[in-house]
């Protein structure tokens, strides 16, 4: 996926009010913009580094732009716009990159499923039968360690999702726990049990019941993300 029109280049300021970032542009501009990311963004920010953002010619929109992509604690790249996971994960379904996903037949989003009132991000249909795909967006990093985790953030609705998936394996329906890691430099993805040890165990529970969990890595520039390769899970970190 490249970004059109380009990415612009800043310095962050500072992120408040959870969904708003103050930065200055390459040109000394003060902008304030939207931070489309509802975590914590633990350790894939930092005050002064490298952000790069796309900005809307909008009249109706308040914020002239939106946080894409920042420079971590670890100089990696991470592409916080958490809203983009989806796109890039259905472009690398349509691609054949995600090989385990591959040969089905009709592929819809946002399908309603479940007992708790979910949407699952990925129905895709098989001749077989159908499989339920899950994505969640991992942008917390470490230093020194080229494994990712999730969350950054204590989640509820994460762990409700896990629940739901559980229920469709057992039921012997195919569900599937998709990581795309929009972090640089990782080789791994593992569950952040010290930030929510419920969602680690609601992990490990949903394996136990039969779900897949895979994780991809992307390759992101300035230019593009697009999903690139399998990553390892390491279920017990």
Not at 22 to 37: A, F, K, Q, V
Not at 52 to 65: A, C, E, I
Not at 147 to 155: G, R
Not at 203 to 225: C, F, H, K, N, P
């Amino acid at each position: 996926m490249r970004f059109h029109p380009p990415l612009e280049e800043g310095r962050l300021v500072r992120r408040y009010k959870r969904f708003l970032a103050d930065i200055e542009t390459i040109g000394g501009e003060l902008l304030t913009i939207h931070c489309p990311n509802t975590g914590s963004m633990f350790n894939c920010m930092v005050e002064g580094g490298q952000v790069w953002f796309s900005r809307s010619n909008d009249p109706k929109r308040k914020l002239p732009g939106t946080w894409e992509i920042s420079e971590t604690p670890q100089g990696r790249l991470a592409c916080v716009n958490t809203a983009r996971a989806n796109t890039l994960v259905e472009e690398a379904l349509r691609a054949g990159v995600i090989a385990e996903l591959n040969g089905f037949t009709a592929l819809k989003r946002e399908v309603p499923y479940g007992q708790e009132n979910s949407r699952i991000d990925f129905r895709l249909d098989y001749p077989d039968g159908p499989a339920f795909v899950e994505v969640k967006s991992v942008t917390l990093g470490f230093d020194g360690s080229a494994v990712a985790a999730f969350p950054d953030a204590v989640t509820q609705r994460g762990a409700k999702h896990l629940r739901e998936l559980a229920c469709l394996a057992r039921d012997g329906i195919r569900a599937v726990q998709l990581y795309c890691v929009n972090l640089s430099g990782v080789e791994a993805v593992r569950p952040a049990e010290e930030i929510d040890p419920g969602y680690a165990a609601a992990l490990r529970e949903a394996v136990a019941s039969g779900v897949e969990v895979l994780a991809y890595g992307v390759r992101l520039t300035a230019e593009e993300v697009c999903i690139e390769r399998r990553l390892d899970v390491l279920l017990n970190g």
